[in-house]
């Protein structure tokens, strides 16, 4: 199973200041088809997760260009260019190259 | 507009079983690999179950191998979570979830772009 390390654990953010999260896989993430299978989901709470960021890079309908997602091979990073109050949550990172899909631990975001 | 409506969670004895359903809307299920995501209490994110929808098979996470099945009414635009042989540890809040590609794009079988409410098993003597 490929595994997904997410750091940090948990990020105080100052609001108008930038933040980023990493996630490292155990394995290559980059597919045949040659996109890397990595997404990232915010998960407010008492909400679902909603998709963040697909394909390593490419940002979700909806979603603030604020959010940016980066990398290659096994290493990913989440940028917010400027965090918002509304951007608290826990941040997943996940892969779907095979199966099991396996999701990061998670890292909590919270304003200072 | 997407829409996906489940129910069937509650409470259930070890050893017993749960189907939930998924209905949606906005969308065929039969395009789409249609997945199961939990989450136990104070836990993160865990992958139940895909479809594997052009081989007309699915994929299951090996904590719940041989013990949950999942289906479709298509006539229903319905997905459903057989849940058998119930433990404690399947103690969780199940999303059911759209990817963003079809099953004809081959890109991704992830990047889920909607999910389900969320409906909670819990299991208990």
């Known amino acids: 199973d490929i595994v997904m390390t997410q750091s940090p654990l948990s990020l105080p953010v100052t609001p108008g200041e930038p933040a980023s999260i990493s996630c490292r896989s155990s394995q290559s993430l980059l597919h045949s088809n040659g996109f890397n299978s990595v997404d990232w989901y915010l998960q407010k709470p008492g909400q679902p997760p909603q998709l963040l960021i697909y394909l390593g890079s490419y940002r979700a309908s909806g979603v603030s260009d604020r959010f940016s997602g980066s990398g290659s091979g096994t290493d990913y990073t989440l940028k917010i260019s400027r965090v918002e109050a509304e951007d608290v949550g826990v941040y997943y990172c996940?892969?779907?190259?095979?199966?099991?899909?396996?999701f990061g631990g998670g890292t909590k975001v919270e304003i200072k | 507009e997407v829409q996906m409506l489940q129910s069937g969670g509650g409470f259930v004895q070890p050893g017993g079983s749960r189907r939930l359903s998924c209905v949606v809307s906005?969308?065929?299920?039969?395009?789409?690999?249609m997945s199961w995501v939990r989450q136990a209490p104070g836990k993160g994110l865990e992958w139940v179950t895909s479809f594997r929808g052009l081989e007309d098979g699915a994929d299951f996470a090996d904590s719940v191998k041989g013990r949950f099945t999942i289906s479709r009414d298509t006539s229903k635009n319905t997905v459903y979570l057989q849940m058998n042989s119930l433990r404690a540890e399947d103690t969780a809040v199940y999303h059911c979830a759209k990817p963003l590609y079809t099953i004809y794009d081959g890109v991704s079988r992830g990047a889920f772009d909607f999910w389900g409410q969320g409906t909670g098993v819990i299991v208990s003597s």
């Open positions: 906005g969308f065929s299920v039969s395009e789409y690999d």
């Open positions: 996940m892969q779907a190259l095979q199966t099991p899909l396996t």
